[in-house]
Structure formats: structure tokens, C-alpha cells
């Protein structure tokens, strides 16, 4: 028998065993074995139905046919498919028997295949045919590879199921197959060693299976130590390899990967010759890229560029434009006439596929309706070195949206997302609204912003329609708030529950309880905030959509706080001085329509009962008393970042409010200044006392609170994103008199976790410095409580690089590295924007949808924290577990 494999037998070889089988005949008087195998071939359809002998071939009448050898094929099925018949006459050896064969063979159902003559009667040849069935793959097992699941998908990609035929071309394939992949991944010592072990089937008995054993090697990645370029006169070596993604290694990329892979080879030299093009080479081309191994370890490149001559644009005249005037056009376009040559540009000018909102003459089409506007770019004069092109435009029909669907979501109810849809049906087509789209779901948080997808389906041209379909992939928008962090100011703690997609008219519907009524867009906050001077309880209650036709934002907030007296400084608490602080918000917030409809608008009234209790810092002098705290905060917010929250690739927003409180002074007729000289407000020595005239200036707190905060996202390239970020903030009054309240003030340094709000005090983030240490530089520090009365100024300037590791739903993580800088000030007098607390470091977040976002910075302070001689404040670590920045 012979093994398994599929053989291919030229003519001479069939005949060739035709001539033996006479032999034997002649000599022997056995059976005629007639063995023949034909080349594979999938034009072939059809065989001879006449009969021709080969060599001393002699003519019987067929008698019975029987089938043997392994098969779980029906024996008549098998006859039947011959094509042969009882009784008819045959030459053997013959065409007939040989088309037979090849027939069978053609099926790739078999390993091998005889015909045998096992009796002749009265010049009747009874035939056997002899069929072993190519055997089925059972199960794959992969050695060399540890994990499961990377087995799975290596059995998966290499298309290693069960029930395949397993034939020696394909054992062979397989392993070419193998090899290539590594190889293309620069596994260039690939090793690939595939056994076959035989199993018995139980379930026949027949059908013949085997077990693939794979032992897979794949040895160390190669790396290059030779790259050699030639041909380039304009361009340097450096230049060109700057451009490269693949490089060379030499001893100033020690730290940089240098290892080869196929397609990072392929984008280097698209690279280049993109470079050449964007400045004027519009026929430069590799004419030899070579890879030669060196080594076990290493490879070397040899390239041969061709420059060709440097051209300039020509004439740019526009065809088929009925919408827009050329002088229109020509102001997207922005190429003149001489300028050098950029076909990189000139595509990008066309339709730049990398920015879905970017400013080309295919987005000015298709945001104003022309979905089916074809724009090609055609040379139609090259004289010298110039090129003059014409710009053809196929306007075609206005588009408009039919049906507008979304799937996916299981569990945010449709009307929360068609609300925020900026396309309906019979609404003119807009790819512009279709991008805002999904950056709006993204931001939602409800959804997988990397997996949000708009999909076109019916689209007809003739008449001008097509229906889109949304496609969600819901994400964890509730989460277990477990926040800390550890800085200058000890451990802080959050125990809480934040429901971001919460039903409120859920909670009497025990069918909407899995296991929390949800799916409504709304915001339900619970938080519990401690650390070793304070307790804080809060709610939070949060309506995007107020009325349900409308984006306007309403909510409420409720809290109580207990804190105590903290010395920063020695980093020590007072339990027996406190004072307790209630207080709640309601605000709404409206998106504007003009200048643009990323503006929000917002307003909120608050108010805050503060009750001390033999508590006393620097900025007041009553120990025991109650103030008021009763604002109004006008905020003006834009927000145009990219889809993912967490993640932005772009875009900014700013937001700068102003926190208000009535101006009693105005209108309640008290001489601040003469309370010392006011007997009601004196002891009983007649001295001023100090905790009534205090009492009595801020019983109700009158002050204005401005801030302003700006960030930038700006893409790199590929996803290395730079955060830039600005932060002012301004305290004052309106009564010099009456002064500066002492409460709602900045607080600078540290981890900023602590950035809760309690008597309106705001802890600015500052890494590189212990929490809350930070104090205006021209202040003399007379005793330790003045590390915590704040500032009445602020500034903070922050530049921020981030790459992420991976953007899954189940978890997002990305490494940053940070330089910033900040101060505070007690006065106008004092401000300067340019004297900084500076800092730089390094960190990782992690965000997982239950818990929120994770991480921790190690932040080197340069400057020396005021009221202290040492130098720079060196390393500091800040944790940071729920908080968002």
C-alpha cells in the first residue's frame, strides 16, 4: 500500500505501468494489476467514452465489479460514479479503465486507487477495484505554543479543522504556509516539523483519521544590522532612514526596536517615496529591495531608489462643478500655480482618508448632500517641469437619509439614542452629521467608543437615498467607586455607587431591575469620601434631557461634611476642632446653537450652611459661629474632543465660569470698616473683637470666583496624542472692607484627589509635590496653619504626551509622561505667570468600566516647596483610583 499523498504520473508513467501489468498476465497467469494515476486537473470534465488498448492490450466483456480496500463509501455509489457496466466490452489494459482512474482521482477523495482483474472465465474479466480513502483530520495538537487561546487562533488561522482531508500537499502546504507567516513577522528561523499519528475511527470502523502533531519552533526575531541605500543624490542616507518606520540598528537606537517584519518593511518604503513626492519627485521609485540573512540573528536591506526630476504644479482648472465656483474650490484646494509638486498633498486636497472630517473637496461634496460626487485628480499636460491638471468633478444627485436604525443595544433605550442622533430620515445626507454622530454616542459613555460604527446599506443613486444603520456595542456604564490615592495630605478614600445610564421611572418597575433599572441616560451618584481630616456624603442626580425633547441638562446635589483641623505641615489632626458643612445645587445646562453647537451654557444656584465648632485658621477669628454660602454659577463650556472619553484624539474644550454671590454690601448698610469702632462689636476693655466683626463679615460670604480651564488633543501620528491644558483661577470681592472670604479658595500641589467640595476649597492637581503644600512663595510662613488657607490666584500650565496600550471595552490602559508647572498667588500685586513650581514625570491609567479609571504617576518636583530651605522637592507618588483627568 502505498502512503498517503498525492501522486502525479505523466503519460509515460501510466503507460509505462500498463506495459507491466501485460507482463504479468503474460508470464504469471495473476491477477492484472492495472494501477493508474492521472495528473490533477480542474479543466478536465469529461473522459473518452471510446475505448482505445494500449500496447498488447486484449478486449474483454466486463463481468462483476467489486470494490475493496478502506472506504466508508456505498459500493454501488462508488460503481455507479465509474461509469462502468456489466457486460460491456473494455480494453485491458485500455483508455476506458485509465479515464476511470483519473475520474476518481479528479475527486481528491483518495490516496490511492487499483483496478485488479481477479478472474477471467470464457474471455469474461471480473474486476475488483481497490480505493484507500484519504484520511480525516481528528485533532490538531500545537507544541510550541503555551496558551490556549493563542492555540485556538493559530489552529484557526492555519485552517487546521476537523474533518479536512489531510493529503501530503496539504501537510506540505501547511507547513510552507507556516514558515511564511513567521517569516513575514521576521521570524526568519522558523522551524515547522508536522507528524501524523493514525486513530480508528469507533464510530464506523472504517473511515480512516489522524492526529496532526505540529512541533513549532519559531525561533528569535532577526534583526537589521545592514541598510544599505542607493541611487539617492537629492536625500540623504539620514534623511531617508528618518523616514523609514524599519531601521537600522547602530548604538544610538539601543532602546528602539530594530527587528524586521514584512509589512513594517512595506509602509517604510511607501514612506519614502511619499516623502519624495511631497517634495516634487513625482517618479521616484524603489528599484530594488532586497533582503539577504547575515546571520541566525541578523538580515541586511539593500535598496535602490531612482529620484527622478523635481516638478512643479501647472495649470489647476476644474471640470463638471456646478455647485461650487472654481474660485471656491480653488480655496480648499490651496495650490497655486509654481508651486512644487506634492502628490501627497494633492490626494489629501482630493480626499484625506485619514481625517473623517477633514477640509477636502470630497467632505465639501458630501457635507452638503453629494454622497455619490466623484473628484479625480488627471495630468493633462506635462512640458518641461511642469504639470498642469484638471480637476474632474461628477456631482451626481443629492442624497437624503430613508431609515435610520441602530442595533446593538441591549440595554439603553432606543429613544436615549435617537435623541442623540444628528441624522433623519428624509434630512439631506451629511457625512459631516454622521461623524458628529458617533463622537457624540462615544462620549455618552454608555458605548465602546472604538467600536462604534455607521453602516450605509440599500444605497441607490438613481434615486438619490440610503438608509443608516448605527451598530453599538454596550459598554459598563455603572461603576463600583472605589477611589484613593496617598499624597502629602495622607490616604483619601471613596466608597460609592455612580449609575451613568440610570432609570429614575425605572424604580417601580420590578421588570427593570437586572439588576438595576437602567437604560434612561440618566446620572445617579452615592459617594462616601473620608481621609484623616474629613468625612463627606453626597448625592448626585443628573437629567440630560429635561422634558425628553430638548438637550437641556438638569441637576441636583445634596451633601453633608465633616472636617476637621489639618496641619499639613506636620501632618497631624485635631479631632476636637471641626466644623460641619450642608449643602445642595441645582444647575441646568442648555447646548447652544450659535457661534457653533459645541457651546454649552450653564447655571446653577448653591447653597452651603458652614457651623464651626471651636475650629480657627489664619483667615478668620471666630471659632464657634455659622456662615452662609449662596451663589450663583454662570458657566460657558465647548467641547468638540473626539469619540472616545477616554481616550481623545483630538479636538479641545475649554469652559470658563463665574461663581456669584449677592453683593449684601451694596444694600444692607453696614460700615465694615467701622465695626472696630462700633460698641456692639467690641469687648468689654472696649478692643475691637475680633470673632464678632468677623461673625458679622462673613454671617452670608459676598464674593466672585472666576475660572478658566483649557485642553488640547493634537494626534502626533499614529496614537501618540499630546494633551496641552491651561488652568486660571481668581478670587475676589466686592467690598474691599469687607474682603476676600475664607472659604473657596485654591489649594495647589499633590495628586489633587482631594478635589471635592467642601467649603468651596479647590485642590489643583500638581504632581510632583505633596498635597496642598504649595503656598504663594512671597507669603511668610509664621506657623504651620498657613499650609492650609489657600489662594486667592492660581495658574497652571500642563503638557502631557499619551500613548495607549489598548483601547478594549473591557479595559482601556495608556502611559503618559508629563511636564507641568503651577503657582498661587494672595494678590494681583504678586501675579506672575512665568514663576512656576515646575515638574515632569511619568504614570499609567487603567480603565476598567466597573471601577473607572486607575493609575499611578511618579512626578519629580524641581522647585523647593515655600517655607522650607531644602532643594528640589525630588520624587513624589501619587496613586489614583476612580479619579478622571
Same mark, same amino acid.
Given at each position: ?67 475493496? /480496500? ?7 455509489? &462508488? ?40 478472474? &477471467? ?7 475488483? +477495484?481497490?480505493?484507500? #480513502? ?9 507544541? /510550541? ?11 484557526? #488561522? ?26 513575514? *513577522? /521576521? ?44 541611487? %539617492? ?80 504644479? /501647472? ?29 501627497? +498633498? ?51 444627485? &443629492? ?7 441602530? *442595533? ?95 432609570? +429614575? ?37 443628573? #437629567? ?72 480657627? &485658621? ?25 469619540? %472616545? ?46 470673632? *464678632? ?193
Amino acid at each position: 500500500m502505498k502512503p498517503l499523498s498525492i501522486i502525479k504520473i505523466e503519460k509515460e508513467d501510466l503507460e509505462k505501468q500498463a506495459n507491466n501489468s501485460i507482463n504479468a498476465l503474460m508470464n504469471n497467469k495473476l491477477l492484472i494489476i492495472c494501477y493508474c494515476l492521472l495528473l490533477i486537473s480542474s479543466l478536465h470534465t469529461a473522459y473518452a467514452q471510446n475505448d482505445v488498448p494500449i500496447a498488447n492490450a486484449k478486449e474483454y466483456t466486463l463481468g462483476d465489479i467489486k470494490v475493496i /480496500g478502506n472506504t466508508s463509501y456505498n459500493e454501488q455509489t &462508488i460503481i455507479a460514479f465509474t461509469g462502468l457496466k456489466k457486460g460491456e466490452k473494455l480494453y485491458i489494459p485500455g483508455d476506458r479503465l485509465s479515464n476511470v482512474i483519473q475520474k476518481l482521482w479528479d475527486l481528491g477523495l483518495f490516496s490511492d486507487i487499483n483496478f485488479y482483474v481477479s478472474k &477471467i472465465e470464457n474471455n469474461t474479466a471480473q474486476l475488483e +477495484l481497490e480505493i484507500v #480513502e484519504v484520511p480525516e483530520l481528528n485533532k490538531t495538537v500545537v507544541k /510550541g505554543i503555551k496558551k490556549p487561546k493563542k492555540q485556538a487562533a493559530f489552529i484557526k #488561522e492555519h485552517k487546521l479543522k476537523k474533518g479536512t482531508k489531510v493529503t501530503e500537499n496539504f501537510i506540505a502546504t501547511t507547513k510552507s504556509g507556516i514558515v511564511n507567516k513567521y517569516k513575514e *513577522k /521576521g521570524f526568519f528561523n522558523t522551524d515547522v516539523d508536522i507528524q501524523t499519528v493514525n486513530i480508528k475511527d469507533t464510530t464506523t470502523g472504517e473511515k480512516p483519521k489522524v492526529n496532526l502533531i505540529l512541533n513549532l519552533d519559531k525561533g528569535q526575531k532577526v534583526k537589521i544590522s545592514k541598510l544599505n541605500i542607493e541611487g %539617492n543624490e537629492v536625500f540623504s542616507d539620514g534623511k531617508i532612514r528618518r523616514k523609514m518606520k524599519t531601521k537600522r540598528k547602530n548604538f544610538l537606537r539601543f532602546w528602539k526596536r530594530s527587528k524586521y517584519t514584512a509589512e513594517e518593511f512595506k509602509e517604510s518604503k511607501k514612506k519614502v517615496v511619499d516623502f519624495y513626492k511631497s517634495k516634487g519627485y513625482r517618479d521616484a521609485r524603489f528599484t530594488k529591495d532586497s533582503i539577504y540573512k547575515i546571520d541566525d540573528k541578523n538580515i541586511g536591506l539593500d535598496l535602490a531608489i531612482e529620484e527622478g526630476d523635481k516638478y512643479y504644479f /501647472g495649470d489647476i482648472s476644474f471640470l463638471g462643478n456646478s455647485v461650487y465656483t472654481d474660485q471656491q474650490l480653488r480655496m480648499v484646494l490651496g495650490i497655486d500655480k509654481g508651486d512644487v509638486y506634492n502628490g501627497v +498633498l494633492l490626494d489629501k486636497k482630493i480626499a484625506d482618508n485619514t481625517k473623517p472630517d477633514a477640509e477636502d473637496l470630497t467632505n465639501l461634496y458630501q457635507n452638503n448632500g453629494y454622497l455619490f460626487s466623484q473628484i479625480n485628480a488627471v495630468e493633462t499636460k506635462i512640458y518641461n517641469d511642469t504639470i498642469d491638471f484638471e480637476i474632474r468633478i461628477q456631482e451626481g444627485k &443629492i442624497a437624503y437619509f430613508d431609515n435610520i436604525t441602530v *442595533k446593538g443595544n441591549d440595554r439603553t433605550h432606543d429613544r436615549v439614542i435617537y435623541r442623540n442622533l444628528r441624522t433623519r430620515p428624509g434630512q439631506k445626507y451629511s457625512k459631516q452629521d454622521v461623524v458628529r454622530t458617533i463622537r457624540e454616542l462615544g462620549q455618552l459613555g454608555f458605548f465602546d467608543a472604538e467600536q462604534l460604527s455607521p453602516e450605509f446599506k440599500n444605497v441607490n443613486p438613481q434615486a438619490g437615498t440610503l438608509d443608516l444603520e448605527y451598530s453599538v456595542v454596550e459598554s459598563g456604564a455603572s461603576q463600583i467607586e472605589l477611589q484613593g490615592g496617598y499624597g502629602g495630605g495622607g490616604f483619601v478614600g471613596t466608597l460609592g455607587l455612580s449609575l451613568n445610564n440610570f432609570s +429614575l421611572r425605572g424604580i417601580f418597575d420590578k421588570d427593570s431591575y437586572k439588576p438595576l433599572p437602567m437604560g434612561d441616560g440618566q446620572s445617579l451618584s452615592l459617594r462616601a469620601q473620608a481621609s484623616s481630616y474629613y468625612q463627606t456624603y453626597s448625592l448626585t442626580f443628573s #437629567e440630560p434631557w429635561l422634558g425628553g425633547k430638548k438637550p437641556i441638562r438638569l441637576t441636583t446635589s445634596f451633601s453633608h461634611t465633616n472636617r476637621y483641623y489639618y496641619d499639613f505641615y506636620n501632618r497631624d489632626t485635631d479631632r476636637s476642632r471641626r466644623f460641619l458643612i450642608t449643602g445642595g445645587s441645582v444647575g441646568v445646562a442648555k447646548r447652544l446653537t450659535v457661534p457653533d453647537d459645541y457651546f454649552t451654557l450653564s447655571a446653577a444656584i448653591s447653597y452651603q450652611h458652614y457651623k464651626m465648632e471651636n475650629y480657627q &485658621i489664619g483667615l478668620f477669628n471666630f471659632p464657634e459661629g455659622t456662615s452662609n454660602n449662596l451663589a450663583l454659577t454662570l458657566g460657558l463650556s465647548r467641547d468638540n474632543t473626539y469619540t %472616545n472619553p477616554i481616550f481623545p484624539m483630538g479636538g479641545s474644550k475649554f469652559s470658563i465660569t463665574a461663581k456669584l454671590t449677592p453683593p449684601y454690601s451694596m444694600f444692607n448698610d453696614v460700615d465694615y470698616a467701622g465695626l472696630a469702632d462700633d460698641p456692639n462689636y467690641q469687648d468689654k476693655d472696649g478692643n475691637p473683637d475680633l470673632a *464678632k466683626i468677623d461673625q458679622k463679615k462673613y454671617n452670608w460670604l459676598e464674593y466672585y470666583k472666576i475660572k478658566f480651564n483649557g485642553d488640547w488633543y493634537t494626534n502626533l501620528f499614529a496614537k501618540l496624542v499630546l494633551r496641552s491644558s491651561v488652568e486660571y483661577g481668581f478670587l475676589g470681592s466686592y467690598n474691599k472692607d469687607r474682603g476676600v472670604p475664607p472659604f473657596e479658595r485654591f489649594l495647589l500641589g499633590g495628586d489633587g484627589l482631594s478635589n471635592f467640595t467642601l467649603d468651596g476649597t479647590e485642590n489643583i492637581r500638581l504632581r510632583g509635590y505633596r498635597n496642598n503644600t504649595l503656598i504663594p512663595r512671597d507669603r511668610e510662613v509664621t506657623s504651620s496653619a498657613s499650609y492650609n488657607d489657600g489662594a486667592t490666584i492660581y495658574n497652571k500650565y500642563s503638557l502631557e504626551l499619551r500613548y495607549p496600550i489598548t483601547l478594549k471595552p473591557t479595559a482601556s490602559i495608556y502611559t503618559l509622561v508629563f511636564a507641568e508647572g503651577g503657582a498661587t498667588f494672595d494678590g494681583f500685586k504678586d501675579f506672575n505667570p512665568f514663576e512656576l513650581n515646575r515638574s515632569a514625570g511619568f504614570g499609567i491609567r487603567i480603565f476598567m468600566p466597573a471601577f473607572g479609571l486607575l493609575g499611578i504617576d511618579f512626578g519629580y518636583g524641581f522647585d523647593p516647596i515655600p517655607g522650607t530651605n531644602s532643594g528640589a522637592n525630588g520624587w513624589e507618588t501619587h496613586f489614583i483610583i476612580g479619579q478622571q483627568f
